[in-house]
C-alpha cells in the first residue's frame, strides 16, 4: 500500500513508520511514497530526504481560508496516489474539503485517551487534572477534531513526580511503538473503516 505522512514539525512518529519499513522489508505491506509538511523548517523533510522519501512543502499561511488549503492540499497528496494517509503531528485543522476526500483512509495519532482531551496541551491538562493515567490514541480523521472512530487507544500510568516533558516522553515513546504497528494493520487491512467506524478483522484485536 502507498503511504502519504503529513507532518509539520520534528517528525519522530514518521521515523518511526519509516524504520519499521525498512525492518519488515515488504511484511510490512505498506511504503512512504511522500511526506507533506506546512512548514518548510520542520525536521521531519529531512528525515524524509534522508529516506529517500519525496517531500512537499505546502505553506498555509499564503491561503486565505482553510478550504482553500484543503483542496490544494488534496492535490498535493493526490499526486503520490496513496491508499493511506498518516498524520503525524501535522498541525493544521482540516474541513471536509479534506476530510470527505479521504474517510476512511486517513488517520491521526493524538496524545490522550481520546474523548478526553482534545486539542493541544494534553499532557498538562492531564497532570493539572490529577489523572492517574493519560495516553494515546490512534483514531480515523474525519472534520471533527481529533473526534474520528478509534482504532486503537493506550493507557500510560501517570507517576506522583511527574512533570509534563516527562509524561509527554513516555508517551511520545509508546507513539513511536503502536504507530507502526497500526500502520501495518491497516495497510494490510486487518484494520477497515467501515460505517464510520473501525472493524477488526484479525483474531487479535
Ligand atoms: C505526537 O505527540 C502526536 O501525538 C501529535 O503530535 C506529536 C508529533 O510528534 N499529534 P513527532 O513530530 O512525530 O515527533
Known amino acids: 500500500k502507498r503511504v502519504a505522512v503529513l507532518i509539520s514539525g520534528s517528525g519522530s512518529n514518521l521515523q518511526a513508520i519509516l524504520d519499521w519499513q525498512t525492518a519488515r522489508g515488504e511484511a510490512c505491506g505498506y511504503e512512504v511514497v511522500g511526506?507533506?509538511?506546512?512548514?518548510?523548517?520542520?525536521?521531519?523533510?529531512?528525515?524524509?530526504?534522508?529516506?529517500?522519501?519525496?517531500?512537499?512543502?505546502?505553506?498555509?499561511?499564503?491561503?486565505?481560508?482553510?478550504?482553500?488549503?484543503?483542496?490544494?492540499?488534496?492535490?498535493?497528496?493526490?499526486?503520490?496516489?496513496?491508499?493511506?494517509?498518516?498524520?503525524?503531528?501535522?498541525?493544521?485543522?482540516?474541513?471536509?474539503?479534506?476530510?470527505?476526500?479521504?474517510?476512511?483512509?486517513?488517520?491521526?495519532?493524538?496524545?490522550?485517551?481520546?474523548?478526553?482531551?482534545?486539542?493541544?496541551h494534553t499532557h498538562r491538562r492531564a497532570l493539572e487534572a490529577g489523572d492517574s493515567e493519560h495516553g494515546l490514541s490512534i483514531h480515523f480523521v474525519t472534520s471533527e477534531l481529533d473526534g474520528g472512530p478509534l482504532i486503537f487507544q493506550q493507557a500510560i500510568p501517570i507517576h506522583a513526580d511527574d512533570t509534563e516533558t516527562c509524561l509527554q516522553q513516555r508517551v511520545h515513546a509508546e507513539e513511536h511503538k503502536a504507530y507502526p504497528r497500526v500502520t501495518e494493520a491497516l495497510a494490510r487491512e486487518l484494520i477497515t473503516y467501515e460505517n464510520g467506524a473501525a472493524v477488526c478483522h484479525a483474531t487479535n484485536c
Open 35 to 120: 511526506v507533506l509538511s506546512n512548514r518548510a523548517d520542520a525536521y521531519g523533510l529531512t528525515r524524509a530526504r534522508q529516506a529517500g522519501v519525496e517531500t512537499a512543502v505546502l505553506d498555509h499561511t499564503r491561503f486565505d481560508s482553510r478550504e482553500a488549503f484543503d483542496a490544494e492540499l488534496v492535490q498535493a497528496v493526490d499526486a503520490w496516489q496513496p491508499d493511506l494517509v498518516v498524520l503525524a503531528g501535522f498541525m493544521r485543522i482540516l474541513t471536509p474539503v479534506f476530510t470527505d476526500h479521504y474517510l476512511g483512509k486517513a488517520v491521526n495519532i493524538h496524545p490522550s485517551l481520546l474523548p478526553k482531551y482534545r486539542g493541544l
